[in-house]
Protein backbone atom coordinates (compact mmCIF):
# COMPACT_ATOMS: atom_id res chain seq x y z
CA UNK A 1 0.00 0.00 0.00
CA UNK A 2 0.99 3.67 0.10
CA UNK A 3 2.04 4.17 -3.34
CA UNK A 4 2.23 7.49 -4.92
CA UNK A 5 2.79 8.20 -8.95
CA UNK A 6 3.91 10.56 -11.08
CA UNK A 7 3.23 11.19 -14.60
CA UNK A 8 5.40 11.89 -16.94
CA UNK A 9 8.11 9.74 -15.63
CA UNK A 10 10.22 12.24 -18.50
CA UNK A 11 9.95 15.09 -20.44
CA UNK A 12 11.86 17.22 -22.87
CA UNK A 13 10.59 20.33 -23.85
CA UNK A 14 11.52 23.85 -25.70
CA UNK A 15 12.24 26.48 -23.72
CA UNK A 16 9.23 28.85 -23.45
CA UNK A 17 6.61 26.44 -23.37
CA UNK A 18 4.62 24.88 -19.90
CA UNK A 19 4.74 21.33 -18.44
CA UNK A 20 2.60 19.88 -16.23
CA UNK A 21 3.36 17.22 -14.00
CA UNK A 22 0.90 15.05 -12.26
CA UNK A 23 1.41 13.50 -8.96
CA UNK A 24 -1.22 10.83 -7.20
CA UNK A 25 -1.83 9.01 -4.30
CA UNK A 26 -3.19 5.73 -5.44
CA UNK A 27 -4.34 3.84 -3.10
CA UNK A 28 -5.06 6.41 0.18
CA UNK A 29 -6.30 10.19 0.78
CA UNK A 30 -3.62 12.52 1.32
CA UNK A 31 -4.76 16.50 2.23
CA UNK A 32 -1.14 17.24 1.69
CA UNK A 33 1.17 17.32 -0.82
CA UNK A 34 4.73 17.98 -0.95
CA UNK A 35 6.40 19.25 -3.97
CA UNK A 36 10.64 18.69 -4.21
CA UNK A 37 13.38 19.56 -7.26
CA UNK A 38 16.60 17.93 -7.13
CA UNK A 39 19.43 19.61 -9.13
CA UNK A 40 22.25 17.27 -10.14
CA UNK A 41 24.43 16.22 -7.50
CA UNK A 42 22.60 18.41 -5.03
CA UNK A 43 19.55 17.14 -2.38
CA UNK A 44 15.99 17.41 -2.74
CA UNK A 45 14.87 20.81 -1.76
CA UNK A 46 11.29 21.37 -1.13
CA UNK A 47 9.66 23.77 -3.41
CA UNK A 48 5.82 24.11 -2.33
CA UNK A 49 3.29 22.30 0.22
CA UNK A 50 -0.28 21.66 -1.53
CA UNK A 51 -3.36 21.30 0.35
CA UNK A 52 -6.15 20.39 -1.05
CA UNK A 53 -8.74 22.94 -1.42
CA UNK A 54 -6.65 25.86 -0.70
CA UNK A 55 -3.80 27.71 -1.83
CA UNK A 56 -0.03 26.43 -2.22
CA UNK A 57 2.73 27.62 0.22
CA UNK A 58 5.64 28.22 -1.09
CA UNK A 59 9.05 28.28 0.01
CA UNK A 60 11.70 31.35 -0.28
CA UNK A 61 12.78 31.79 -3.28
CA UNK A 62 10.53 29.95 -5.44
CA UNK A 63 8.03 31.72 -7.88
CA UNK A 64 4.71 30.88 -7.14
CA UNK A 65 3.70 32.37 -10.82
CA UNK A 66 6.15 30.07 -12.47
CA UNK A 67 5.49 27.01 -10.66
CA UNK A 68 1.82 26.63 -10.55
CA UNK A 69 0.21 24.31 -8.02
CA UNK A 70 -3.13 22.75 -8.05
CA UNK A 71 -4.64 20.16 -5.73
CA UNK A 72 -8.06 19.84 -6.78
CA UNK A 73 -9.02 16.34 -4.95
CA UNK A 74 -7.62 13.89 -2.23
CA UNK A 75 -5.67 11.99 -4.44
CA UNK A 76 -4.47 14.41 -7.01
CA UNK A 77 -1.73 17.20 -7.31
CA UNK A 78 -0.30 19.20 -10.36
CA UNK A 79 2.53 21.04 -10.43
CA UNK A 80 2.96 23.76 -13.76
CA UNK A 81 5.96 24.61 -15.01
CA UNK A 82 5.06 27.63 -16.69
CA UNK A 83 7.58 29.41 -19.54
CA UNK A 84 10.05 26.64 -18.56
CA UNK A 85 14.05 27.47 -19.29
CA UNK A 86 16.88 25.52 -19.33
CA UNK A 87 17.42 26.53 -15.70
CA UNK A 88 14.56 24.31 -14.76
CA UNK A 89 15.78 21.35 -15.80
CA UNK A 90 15.60 19.18 -13.10
CA UNK A 91 14.21 16.37 -10.86
CA UNK A 92 10.56 16.83 -9.56
CA UNK A 93 9.62 15.01 -7.23
CA UNK A 94 6.62 14.71 -5.28
CA UNK A 95 5.32 13.06 -1.51
CA UNK A 96 1.99 12.68 -0.10
CA UNK A 97 0.84 12.20 3.59
CA UNK A 98 -1.57 10.74 4.24
CA UNK A 99 -5.00 11.25 6.26
CA UNK A 100 -4.76 8.38 8.91
CA UNK A 101 -3.67 9.46 12.30
CA UNK A 102 -0.55 8.32 14.25
CA UNK A 103 2.57 6.86 12.67
CA UNK A 104 1.06 6.65 9.81
CA UNK A 105 0.46 9.92 9.35
CA UNK A 106 3.72 11.44 10.03
CA UNK A 107 4.95 9.78 7.00
CA UNK A 108 5.60 11.23 3.33
CA UNK A 109 5.29 8.48 0.58
CA UNK A 110 7.58 9.86 -2.57
CA UNK A 111 6.63 9.37 -6.31
CA UNK A 112 9.18 8.34 -8.29
CA UNK A 113 10.07 11.47 -9.76
CA UNK A 114 9.59 13.19 -13.48
CA UNK A 115 13.27 13.99 -15.00
CA UNK A 116 12.26 17.82 -17.00
CA UNK A 117 15.07 18.68 -19.78
CA UNK A 118 14.34 21.91 -21.26
CA UNK A 119 15.75 22.69 -24.44
CA UNK B 1 15.70 26.99 9.76
CA UNK B 2 16.25 23.25 9.69
CA UNK B 3 19.81 22.79 8.23
CA UNK B 4 20.52 18.67 7.94
CA UNK B 5 24.39 17.25 7.41
CA UNK B 6 25.44 14.36 6.17
CA UNK B 7 29.19 12.58 6.91
CA UNK B 8 30.69 11.14 4.80
CA UNK B 9 29.67 12.78 1.41
CA UNK B 10 31.09 9.36 -0.10
CA UNK B 11 31.71 6.24 1.04
CA UNK B 12 33.72 3.00 -0.35
CA UNK B 13 34.09 0.08 1.13
CA UNK B 14 35.12 -3.53 0.71
CA UNK B 15 31.50 -5.81 0.67
CA UNK B 16 31.07 -7.41 4.04
CA UNK B 17 32.13 -4.82 5.71
CA UNK B 18 29.65 -2.99 8.52
CA UNK B 19 29.28 0.33 8.30
CA UNK B 20 27.50 3.78 10.14
CA UNK B 21 26.47 7.13 8.15
CA UNK B 22 26.05 9.93 10.07
CA UNK B 23 23.75 12.74 9.62
CA UNK B 24 23.03 15.96 12.18
CA UNK B 25 21.02 18.44 12.35
CA UNK B 26 20.30 21.93 13.53
CA UNK B 27 16.55 22.06 14.97
CA UNK B 28 15.79 20.30 18.18
CA UNK B 29 12.05 20.59 17.59
CA UNK B 30 12.51 17.75 14.99
CA UNK B 31 9.00 15.08 14.89
CA UNK B 32 10.81 12.08 13.09
CA UNK B 33 13.97 11.44 11.14
CA UNK B 34 13.95 9.53 8.27
CA UNK B 35 16.20 7.76 6.08
CA UNK B 36 16.22 6.92 2.16
CA UNK B 37 18.18 5.35 -0.51
CA UNK B 38 18.26 6.59 -3.67
CA UNK B 39 19.60 5.08 -6.55
CA UNK B 40 20.88 6.92 -9.80
CA UNK B 41 18.13 8.71 -11.08
CA UNK B 42 15.82 6.74 -9.76
CA UNK B 43 13.18 8.11 -6.92
CA UNK B 44 13.46 7.75 -3.11
CA UNK B 45 13.20 4.30 -1.14
CA UNK B 46 11.75 4.78 2.30
CA UNK B 47 14.67 3.12 4.58
CA UNK B 48 13.45 3.71 7.89
CA UNK B 49 11.19 6.31 10.25
CA UNK B 50 12.17 7.30 13.63
CA UNK B 51 9.95 9.19 15.60
CA UNK B 52 11.12 11.82 18.26
CA UNK B 53 9.76 9.69 20.77
CA UNK B 54 11.83 6.37 19.66
CA UNK B 55 15.67 6.04 19.90
CA UNK B 56 16.29 4.02 17.06
CA UNK B 57 14.33 1.29 14.35
CA UNK B 58 15.56 -1.55 13.14
CA UNK B 59 14.84 -3.12 9.76
CA UNK B 60 16.57 -6.11 8.46
CA UNK B 61 20.52 -5.47 8.45
CA UNK B 62 19.65 -1.75 9.05
CA UNK B 63 19.70 -0.11 12.05
CA UNK B 64 19.02 3.81 12.65
CA UNK B 65 19.34 5.79 15.93
CA UNK B 66 17.89 9.14 16.96
CA UNK B 67 19.41 11.22 19.48
CA UNK B 68 17.47 14.48 19.64
CA UNK B 69 19.27 16.48 22.19
CA UNK B 70 22.85 15.83 20.25
CA UNK B 71 21.16 16.99 17.01
CA UNK B 72 22.53 13.35 15.69
CA UNK B 73 21.26 10.30 13.67
CA UNK B 74 22.59 7.41 12.51
CA UNK B 75 22.50 4.73 9.78
CA UNK B 76 24.21 1.32 10.82
CA UNK B 77 24.62 -0.75 7.56
CA UNK B 78 25.71 -4.79 8.51
CA UNK B 79 27.33 -7.18 6.80
CA UNK B 80 27.81 -4.40 3.45
CA UNK B 81 26.48 -6.17 -0.19
CA UNK B 82 27.55 -4.47 -3.22
CA UNK B 83 22.83 -4.20 -3.77
CA UNK B 84 23.86 -1.61 -1.42
CA UNK B 85 25.24 0.35 -3.20
CA UNK B 86 23.55 3.89 -3.58
CA UNK B 87 23.23 7.44 -2.08
CA UNK B 88 21.29 7.43 1.15
CA UNK B 89 19.47 10.38 2.57
CA UNK B 90 18.43 11.42 5.69
CA UNK B 91 15.50 14.04 6.09
CA UNK B 92 13.50 15.53 9.06
CA UNK B 93 10.24 16.79 9.50
CA UNK B 94 8.81 18.90 12.05
CA UNK B 95 5.50 16.58 11.20
CA UNK B 96 2.26 18.49 10.76
CA UNK B 97 1.80 19.94 7.38
CA UNK B 98 5.77 20.86 6.97
CA UNK B 99 7.73 19.31 4.43
CA UNK B 100 11.08 17.73 5.32
CA UNK B 101 14.67 18.93 5.37
CA UNK B 102 16.91 16.78 3.50
CA UNK B 103 21.15 16.32 4.13
CA UNK B 104 22.79 16.49 0.68
CA UNK B 105 23.52 12.37 1.10
CA UNK B 106 26.35 10.13 1.48
CA UNK B 107 27.18 8.39 -1.44
CA UNK B 108 27.69 4.59 -0.76
CA UNK B 109 29.70 2.04 -3.14
CA UNK B 110 30.00 -0.87 -1.83
CA UNK B 111 33.03 -3.45 -3.54
CA UNK B 112 32.90 -6.82 -4.71
Known amino acids: GAVVSQHPSRVICKSGTSVKIECRSL??????MFWYRQFPKQSLMLMAT?????????EQGVEKDKFLINHASLTLSTLTVTSAHPEDSSFYIC???????????????FGPGTRLTVL | KQEVTQIPAALSVPEGENLVLNCSFT??????LQWFRQDPGKGLTSLLL?????REQTSGRLNASLDKSSGRSTLYIAASQPGDSATYLC???????????FGKGTHLIIQP
Open chain 1, 95 to 109: SARPLSAGGLGDTQY
Open chain 2, 50 to 54: IQSSQ
Open chain 2, 91 to 101: AGGRGGADGLT
Open chain 1, 27 to 32: DFQATT
Open chain 1, 50 to 58: SNEGSKATY
Open chain 2, 27 to 32: DSAIYN
